[in-house]
């Protein structure tokens, strides 16, 4: 594995430097997820941004954790599952809501298993999800515009997934308490 400096306001490429004070501000602490993405100050701030965004979008809290955990547990990322264990609590998400989705087991109603169906597939086929998968989620009660809404909330995903894989990014402590491996989730 390639080591990733863990940037602080001394090491961080001067671009980085207002981004880690925004995330310091936002979250009382810089996330090993920042502080590796500040080597490259387009994708830190292209994930704050689109973090924005997606919690920004017309989901509520339930289905932003159903989005992002489920793209989590999918790539299996040892850091995202556990930090948006906290998040979703720190959020009032039911636990178990948060538990399905860790360990693969149904959700508490069917329109959330119809949003992870739909993600799922989404993330699956690579965004060729077939007409029928599309109108069982429109069925389902949700909305083009929310189609387009799960590929952003996928889009802030794969940057820090993909990050956190390769940099082996070491869980925060305040969120160590909720450790996940694939190994967790149900077969």
Known sequence: MTDFTFHDDNTAPEESKPLLAKSRAAFGRVP?????MAEAPGLLEA??????????????????TVVWQ???????????????????????????????????TPLPNA????????????VRNHGNVDDASVQAFLDA???KRNILEVILGYSQKVMSNYTNHLAGTPVDKPFEKFAWSPADKAA
């Open 32 to 36: 090993g997820l920042h502080a590796v």
């Open 47 to 64: 994930y704050q941004r689109t973090h924005e965004l997606f919690v920004n979008s017309s989901f509520d809290k339930d289905e932003l």
């Open 70 to 104: 489920t793209v989590n547990v999918e790539n299996a990322c040892h850091y995202c599952v556990p930090a948006h264990t906290g998040i979703a609590k720190s959020m009032g998400v039911d636990d178990a809501i948060t538990n399905a989705l860790r360990d693969g």
């Open 111 to 122: 329109r959330l298993e119809a949003l992870r169906d739909f993600t799922l597939k989404l």
């Open 141 to 143: 009660g949700f909305t």
